[in-house]
T-cell receptor, first 113, second 116 residues
Framework: SQTIHQWPATLVQPVGSPLSLECTVE??????LYWYRQAAGRGLQLLFY??????ISSEVPQNLSASRPQDRQFILSSKKLLLSDSGFYLC????????????FGDGTRLSIL | AQKVTQAQTEISVVEKEDVTLDCVYE???????LFWYKQPPSGELVFLIR??????QNEISGRYSWNFQKSTSSFNFTITASQVVDSAVYFC?????????????FGAGTRLFVKA
């Protein structure tokens, strides 16, 4: 069966510090991978998606970036965090088709001080 | 353009009541897929159901049922005899075949409180 791991679960960072959130998927190959942000009490905002190694599409201009160094690894990064980067970050994977549901990790609660 | 509207921000019910969560969508594609997800307090989203645009059959799974009506562009979710464990945020989502599913659009979510 497929599993998705996302870490850390919680993170408290000062403004201006760097960020690295990691997500890995097991039990499948060549998944579509996604990063979402969910502000408190709000819906999901798609940040990045990837259909293959090194292929990243950005949905929202911001100071975040994503990378996919391996087939089942997806990393969300920032060089300098802003207060507005606070939120709940979710990684997800799906099979390559529009009719496939997405499967989500447990999320990372990021607080910027 | 794609759009998913969940007009109910929060719903509060007492245990054993039935509750319906509304979802209205907009799309220009003739082939599309609708999903419901549950986000319990722990945070992770859990996939509940998928419906494709060619299948308007309603579906029942235990206490959960879904009513898909293309005529009104709605895909409503009913929980029968609600339980405290049903307390969560529920998201409706839409995926269009022509965009390859990469840009699945989620509604804003409906927070359901079930009181004992």
């Amino acid at each position: 069966s497929q599993t998705i791991h996302q870490w850390p679960a919680t993170l408290v960072q000062p403004v201006g510090s760097p960020l690295s959130l990691e997500c890995t998927v097991e039990g499948t190959s060549n998944p579509n991978l996604y990063w979402y942000r969910q502000a408190a009490g709000r819906g999901l905002q798609l940040l990045f998606y990837s259909v293959g190694i090194g292929q990243i599409s950005s949905e929202v201009p911001q100071n975040l970036s994503a990378s996919r160094p391996q087939d089942r690894q997806f990393i969300l990064s920032s060089k300098k965090l802003l207060l507005s980067d606070s939120g709940f970050y979710l990684c997800a994977w799906s099979r390559d088709s529009s009719n496939q549901p997405q499967h989500f990790g447990d999320g990372t609660r990021l607080s910027i001080l | 353009a794609q759009k998913v509207t969940q007009a109910q921000t929060e719903i509060s019910v007492v245990e054993k009541e039935d509750v319906t969560l509304d979802c209205v969508y907009e799309t220009r594609d003739t082939t599309y897929y609708l999903f419901w997800y549950k986000q319990p307090p722990s945070g992770e989203l859990v996939f509940l159901i998928r419906r494709n645009s060619f299948d308007e059959q309603n579906e029942i799974s235990g206490r959960y049922s879904w009513n898909f009506q293309k005529s009104t562009s709605s895909f409503n979710f009913t929980i029968t005899a609600s339980q405290v464990v049903d307390s969560a945020v529920y998201f409706c989502a839409l995926s269009e075949a022509k965009t390859g599913g990469f840009k699945t659009i989620f509604g804003a979510g409906t927070r359901l409180f079930v009181k004992a």
